[in-house]
């Protein structure tokens, strides 16, 4: 069964951090593109961060220069390191798993998401 667990998250002030943490098991994710979407209330979920099985990042916008993604596809596990947090970063966190666009079988895979609550 695939599985991926979030944790990290909670209550922090404006300007603090946290670190997320997305354990992927149930079966081999080596090249897999792993990436953090969030969903604030009220709001659709949207992308926050990805990272490739070859390492390459990208970002949105509004994390640039304050978020940071990394992790080992292999090993099945991708952390976000969350700095200078805003109120407006508050929202459901989730981890997603997917095969990159250029393989024949396409899966995606998410986790159950860890809430982070900025207050200012």
């Known amino acids: 069964q695939v599985q991926l667990v979030e944790s990290g998250g909670g209550l922090v002030q404006a300007g603090g951090s946290l670190r997320l943490s997305c354990v992927a098991s149930?079966?081999?994710?080596?090249?897999?593109?792993f990436g953090w979407f969030r969903q604030g209330p009220g709001t659709q979920r949207e992308f926050v961060a990805t990272?490739?099985?070859?390492?390459?990042?990208d970002y949105a916008d509004s994390v640039k220069g304050r978020f940071t993604i990394s992790g080992d596809s292999a090993q099945g596990t991708v952390y976000l390191q969350m700095n200078s947090l805003k109120p407006e970063d508050t929202a459901v966190y989730y981890c997603?798993?997917?095969?990159?666009?250029?393989?024949?079988?396409?899966?995606?895979?998410w986790g159950q998401g860890t809430q982070v609550t900025v207050s200012s």
């Open positions: 997603r798993a997917r095969t990159p666009t250029t393989w024949i079988s396409q899966n995606a895979y």
């Open positions: 149930g079966r081999s994710f080596s090249g897999y593109v």
């Open positions: 990272i490739s099985g070859g390492g390459f990042t």
